[in-house]
T-cell receptor, first 114, second 112 residues
């Protein structure tokens, strides 16, 4: 068990391009979260998966954003037609089903949209 | 509205000194409260978790307190070290849901 991993760690893209991020949770964790964090702020909830089911999407997640978790293992977050306002750190976290279980965060993907 | 507010927004202290960070929450129903440490450019790492019935919990030089009546928590750092320089985020989970409410964090800088 090496913890939650995210790839890539950094992504620089031009406005209008599509980007995709990957998150590999801890293997026995069936719950997975995506967050967005801008400088000086706490993480903001984007979406939540329980196994392969996406149970909630924040209204922050516009139509340009889509997330998947096929087979209930790794997850991807895609941003289409990126805008400069999408520049942020995208964090993935996973946890087990028990009520007080800790969310374990990945190192994040830093996105810069030029 | 479920909210978590932290103070101060930022703090600078000298190495070896103590400090206390504050967290006020209006989250209902309350499940538990965690303090996370987030180094620059990294994901948050949990320091402590406190449930409704717990008043104090320690993790090395970190001591968290919880007053469920006033809905306040504090994180006390003793004998600060340069490596304590980070953001400290208070997170409250909503009972019966999968939701977490995050504070905006306190940015701590420890100077030599």
């Amino acid at each position: 068990d090496t913890g939650v991993s995210q790839d890539p760690r950094h992504k620089i893209t031009k406005r209008g391009q599509n980007v995709t991020f990957r998150c590999d949770p801890i293997s026995e964790h069936n719950r997975l979260y995506w967050y967005r964090q801008t400088l000086g702020q706490g993480p903001e909830f984007l979406t939540y998966f329980q196994n392969e089911a996406q149970l909630e999407k924040s209204r922050l997640l516009s139509d340009r954003f889509s997330a998947e978790r096929p087979k209930g293992s790794f997850s991807t977050l895609e941003i289409q037609r990126t805008e400069q306002g999408d520049s942020a750190m995208y964090l993935c976290a996973s946890r087990r089903a028990s009520a007080h279980d800790e969310q374990f965060f990945g190192p994040g993907t830093r996105l810069t949209v030029l | 509205k479920n909210q978590v507010e932290q103070s101060p927004q930022s703090l600078i202290i000298l190495e070896g000194k103590n400090c206390t960070l504050q967290c006020n929450y209006t989250v209902s129903p309350f499940s538990n409260l965690r303090w996370y440490k987030q180094d620059t450019g990294r994901g948050p790492v949990s320091l402590t978790i406190m449930t409704f019935s717990e008043n104090t919990k320690s993790n090395g030089r970190y001591t968290a307190t919880l007053d469920a009546d006033t809905k306040q928590s504090s994180l006390h750092i003793t004998a600060s070290q340069l490596s304590d320089s980070a953001s400290y985020i208070c997170v409250v989970s909503v009972s019966g849901t999968y939701k977490y409410i995050f504070g905006t964090g306190t940015r701590l800088k420890v100077l030599a």
